[in-house]
């Protein structure tokens, strides 16, 4: 057990090496509850989101639908990533990240007034992971018959609420950090451990932060903190695509800083490695380019390729896929490949 963003969070319930396995080859389950779920209401609420956040909430048009974007500061630094539902008109629902709840509760409630929006930290929910290629197939067993083929039927980056009966209800999202199918779970922290327990029963393996780690990475998804800050920008983090300039008129916090770096140019990218020699790859090891220096953001040693793999931030001229760079590991230069991400993604290898 260690701290994790003020919670008390398993680095593993057994094997990690296996946990990371069960979520490639079957299911796993992961407690999420850290996660901060804040429901914002409002008859402005989709005009306050599209001021808060870099990509664009106009893409939310369908009822439950989700959007992955970066939170910025005025200078185009990422205050946090995060998930954002479109439930209707005045209402959307937004997943932020455990280490940051209180600096984004903060920036929102400072921004909300200004567009009439309420904003609700939903202390009341749990929210649980499922994760793999039959971890559908397991949450689906425990709903409703009448509510199953409506759940086998979510497209991803979708979500919906499913009622459990006697009022008790689940919002139930096809979204994930692993890049395997799955679910994300959001329900009364009452039911949490009931539910973990059967899906355990049901063959679902419970899985804790070192498997996550190992997976998201396998998957080169960013993580905050490592990959990206308040000082990072998203253009240069590997994360150009969550950010949308096609309406010039939606004015984001941070737009701005973004076109002036953009007009100027960019200088670093952000890039995947492969290791080539033997060694383990972790964050903050110095990357040699021709083109100068980088650092590596996130590493580690992946269970499914049984390499050494990592995600870096390059000087911009330095290296294109399939270039050869040099990893600083304990003082000694390691030769590495730079590779399209992802690494692995739906129990698929997909570099070599």
Not at 45 to 70: H, M, T
Not at 153 to 180: D, H, Q
Not at 273 to 287: A, I, P, T
């Amino acid at each position: 057990m260690v701290d994790f963003g003020g919670w008390d969070m398993p680095v593993n319930y057994g094997s990690q090496i296996e946990e990371h396995h069960a979520v490639r080859q079957d299911a796993g389950i992961f407690d999420v509850s850290h996660m901060c779920v804040i429901d914002a209401r409002g008859p402005r609420v989709r005009e306050f989101f599209g001021r808060l956040i870099a990509n664009d909430v106009d893409k939310l048009r369908q009822p439950g639908k989700a959007l992955y974007s970066c939170m910025l500061n005025e200078a185009g630094g990422v205050i946090d990533d995060l998930i954002v539902y479109f439930l209707d008109e005045s209402f959307f629902r937004v997943v932020v990240n455990a280490g940051t709840r209180d600096k984004d509760l903060a920036w929102m409630r400072a921004i909300a007034p200004g567009y009439g929006v309420q904003l609700q930290e939903r202390v009341d929910l749990a929210m649980v992971a499922v994760q793999g290629p039959n971890a559908r197939t397991r949450v689906i067993s425990l709903l409703p018959e009448q509510h199953r083929s409506s759940a086998q039927a979510l497209e991803p980056f979708f979500g919906k609420s499913i009622s459990m009966g006697e009022g008790r209800e689940w919002f139930v999202a096809r979204t994930g950090y692993t890049g395997e199918d799955g679910f994300e779970i959001m329900l009364p922290a009452s039911e949490a451990p009931e539910v973990w327990n059967k899906l355990n029963a049901l063959g679902v393996k419970s899985a804790g932060l070192g498997a996550r780690d190992t997976l998201r990475l396998e998957a080169a998804m960013n993580l905050y903190g490592n990959d990206m800050d308040e000082v990072q920008n998203p253009l240069e983090s590997g994360l150009a695509w969550t950010v949308s300039f096609d309406n010039p008129a939606r004015d984001f916090i941070g737009r701005k800083a973004l076109e002036a770096l953009k007009a100027a140019g960019l200088q670093k990218k952000f890039v995947a490695l492969l290791l080539e020699d033997r060694g383990v790859l972790r964050g903050h090891q110095k990357v040699v380019t021709p083109a100068g220096e980088g650092e590596i953001t996130s590493g580690t040693f992946s269970p499914t390729m049984e390499k050494s793999i990592a995600l870096a931030r390059v000087p911009r001229s330095a290296a294109d896929i399939g270039d050869k760079v040099q990893v600083d590991v304990r003082g000694k230069l390691l030769n590495a490949r730079v590779v399209k991400a992802p690494f692995v993604r739906n129990g698929k290898i997909l570099v070599s």
